[in-house]
């Protein structure tokens, strides 16, 4: 899907112990395989608390499916409901939905643009907002783009967010007021 956002698909065959990173665990809901076979079947540990961490993946032998990235994820998604509501809310009184393939393009803008403002690869984009369709946005192109989502509540103090922020290794921080903005910036 270009533009530094996937690593080539490769299957595992074989490979009985693929590996994970750590940042693609936590707030992200799928473990993302290893790439390259020479690295496989390498690590002994189940967890880590490094964001670079790696890690072997535990896979039931009887389940059919092999480890797959959130944007490979996303992808069979797309191809199954594109044109279908993936998220529905209300601005204004009135309902508005939003496309799997919507979702995606967003998505996808977001991880293009915290790459561009400097993004690191298991560093963080922390977000700093009420509940939103951008905050999601903004979480799923995170991990497109290789980094980490950590959310920052809107009632926490300015010292609590820069704690959190620098905490985090946040390469880039989103705010959705003046308010919080202000609050990053004390």
């Given at each position: 899907m270009g533009e530094g956002l996937e690593k080539p698909e490769e299957r595992l065959e074989g490979a009985q112990r693929p590996l994970a990173n750590a940042?693609?665990?936590?707030?992200?809901?799928?473990a993302?395989?290893?790439?390259?076979?020479?690295?496989?079947?390498?690590?002994?540990?189940?967890?880590?608390?490094?964001?670079d961490g790696r890690v072997r993946l535990r896979i039931d032998p009887s389940c059919p499916q092999l480890?797959?990235?959130?944007?490979?994820?996303?992808?069979?998604?797309?191809?199954?409901?594109?044109?279908?509501?993936?998220?529905?809310?209300?601005?204004?009184?009135?309902?508005?939905?939003?496309?799997?393939?919507?979702?995606?393009?967003?998505?996808?803008?977001?991880?293009?643009g915290f790459l561009?403002?400097?993004?690191?690869?298991?560093?963080?984009?922390?977000?700093?907002?009420?509940?939103?369709?951008?905050?999601?946005?903004?979480?799923?192109?995170?991990?497109f783009a290789g980094g980490i989502v950590t959310g920052i509540y809107t009632t926490s103090s300015p010292e609590a967010c820069q704690y959190i922020a620098h905490d985090c290794r946040a390469n880039v921080i989103v705010v959705d007021t003046q308010k919080q903005l202000e609050k990053i910036l004390k």
């Open positions: 940042s693609t665990r936590g707030h992200r809901a799928l993302v395989a290893s790439y390259g076979g020479s690295r496989l079947g390498k690590e002994k540990a189940l967890w880590t608390t490094q964001a480890p797959c990235t959130v944007h490979r994820m996303f992808s069979k998604a797309l191809d199954k409901y594109g044109d279908l509501s993936a998220l529905g809310f209300k601005r204004q009184d009135k309902w508005e939905h939003i496309s799997y393939f919507q979702y995606y393009l967003l998505a996808r803008k977001a991880a293009k561009k403002l400097g993004l690191e690869r298991a560093h963080s984009v922390a977000i700093l907002g009420f509940n939103s369709p951008e905050w999601f946005f903004s979480a799923v192109g995170t991990v």
